[in-house]
């Protein structure tokens, strides 16, 4: 029995789940444009995603570990690519293997949430121009149509689209994922506002079929905070930079809108207005913003994590910034306003040796609490990611899993944040004992 007086107590009913993605985990996923971007080279530690986590074979396995860890919620991907492989043929066998994993959370408590784009779709699709091309929406709407008709008896809760600004960002602003256009502004910008408008094309359908789903797609947050408070240029900058990159997809969905300048390159979106039924946000980390006027493309800020601050694991390429779990209530305050449910559908760190994965936790745990207590209705928090997994241009270097992995046997090792988060779920609460032992300040 938890002491309810020593506890920092959820509401019944939370969801303490983990998320993940399909190319990430499933593994053989070779018909996706992310499978021909590693054959290209592009990975910047070379290695492959192979069988990533087995799942295509065998998630069973894992769901097991989530359901023994006392979690009641998982989010996975389907892999457009294995149940669209040729436009408009549907691969009955992979649709299949989706029902059998649905069902096998289902019966271990596990509720799945649902996302139809996390960051890979069908090889045609991207070399038809993927989300630039004329038909996009109509071809994704399709696809989510599809996906509702067969497996909407196993599940009413639907991510469309996993971080579009993520994807459009790091796709054509600095060319690490696929296409690997770089400086592209109209890019980034015209395939934000077609995601946006592919969003609400799929929110109709899957609402038509499935009148009671829940639908809502994954934003991705970051902090850029000014790196002096007190000079109006870094503020200055820092906001641009936050309106740039964490703005465009939720002003699209709330107001049907953009801001200027970027409503000149976007058009029209007053279609995508009012197009969720929850939010979901994925936090991590922070970024200190200094204004510089060498840098143009980077909007005049320089970002930069000051040092001594907490960081995961550094990767080959740009460090991945401050490890930021109270950037959760500042995302939380932004949004609550608009009264619907709030979920964290992703927030973890890279951390092989697990040194500062346990206070991640912890402290966005203590966030979540705290916003609840200020009247915000959060209803679920989705650490990523379960166990190891291929972590895009920078492959198997950064590690993400409450279990480590060896992708060579496969074999899983239980991190010691394993069994923290275990304690949380299964007491639904933050004890006092575990904030006194892990929300004080990290190790950097
Ligand atoms: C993505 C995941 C990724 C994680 C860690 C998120 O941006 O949705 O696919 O693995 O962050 O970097």
């Keep these: ?5 020593a506890t920092l107590a959820f509401p019944a009913g939370f969801r303490w789940g983990v998320a993940t993605s399909s190319h990430q985990c499933e ?14 080279g592009h990975i910047k530690t070379g290695d492959h995603v192979g069988k990533a986590c087995d799942w295509w074979a065998n998630a069973e396995a894992d769901f097991d570990r989530a359901q ?13 690519s294995r149940i669209e492989p040729q436009p408009g043929a549907w691969d009955a066998t ?16 596990l509720e799945p949430l649902v996302t139809l784009h996390h960051f ?22 399709r696809y989510a149509e599809r996906v509702v008709q067969e497996l909407g008896d196993l599940c009413d809760f639907w991510c469309t689209i996993n971080e579009p600004n993520v994807y459009c960002t790091f796709g054509y602003q600095i060319g690490d994922f696929p296409p690997g256009r770089r400086g592209d502004v109209r890019a980034t910008v015209r395939a934000q506002a077609a995601l946006a408008h592919a969003h609400a094309a799929a929110y109709r359908a899957i609402h038509r079929l499935q009148p009671a789903a829940r639908v809502g797609w994954a934003q991705h947050y970051n902090i850029f905070d000014p790196a002096n408070p007190t000079n109006p240029l870094d503020r200055l900058v820092a906001h641009i930079q936050d309106d740039a990159f964490n703005e465009f997809f939720p002003r ?38 200094r204004c510089d006027p060498r840098l143009p493309l980077e909007l005049f800020g320089r970002r930069f994590a000051p040092p001594g601050v907490p960081q995961g694991d550094i990767g080959v390429g740009e460090l991945y910034g401050e490890i930021y779990p109270a950037g959760i209530g500042r995302v939380i305050d932004r949004v609550r306003h608009l009264g619907k449910p709030i979920y964290i559908t992703e927030n973890g760190v890279a951390d092989r040796e697990d040194r500062l994965r346990p ?6 745990a203590r966030a979540m609490h705290a916003a609840i207590a200020r009247g915000a209705d959060v209803r679920g928090y989705y650490h990523w990611s379960l166990v190891d997994n291929f972590e895009w241009a920078e492959g198997w270097g950064m590690r993400f899993g409450l279990f480590g992995l060896d992708p060579t046997t496969q074999a899983r090792t239980a ?15 933050l004890t006092l004992a575990m904030l006194a032992h892990y929300v004080t300040a990290p190790v950097p």
């Design 359 to 364: 206070w991640v936790i912890a402290e966005a």
């Design 415 to 429: 991190r010691p944040s394993a069994g923290l988060y275990a304690a949380i779920a299964r007491a639904n609460a």
């Design 252 to 289: 699209a969905v709330f107001a049907g809108d953009a801001s200027f300048p970027t409503r000149l390159l976007a058009g029209d979106l007053s279609d995508v207005r009012g197009t969720f039924d929850y939010i979901a946000l994925n936090c991590y980390g922070r970024d200190l913003v």
């Design 94 to 109: 992979a649709i299949a293997r989706y029902r059998q994993m649905l069902r096998a959370l289902r019966e271990r408590g």
């Design 1 to 5: 029995m938890v002491d309810q007086s």
């Design 27 to 40: 593994g053989d996923t070779t018909n996706n444009q992310w499978w021909d971007w590693e054959q290209a």
């Design 120 to 141: 890979t779709h069908p090889l045609w699709f991207e070399q038809s121009g993927a989300f630039l091309a004329s038909d996009a929406v109509g071809l994704f709407t």
């Design 68 to 80: 023994a860890l006392g979690l009641n919620a998982l989010r996975l991907a389907l892999e457009w």
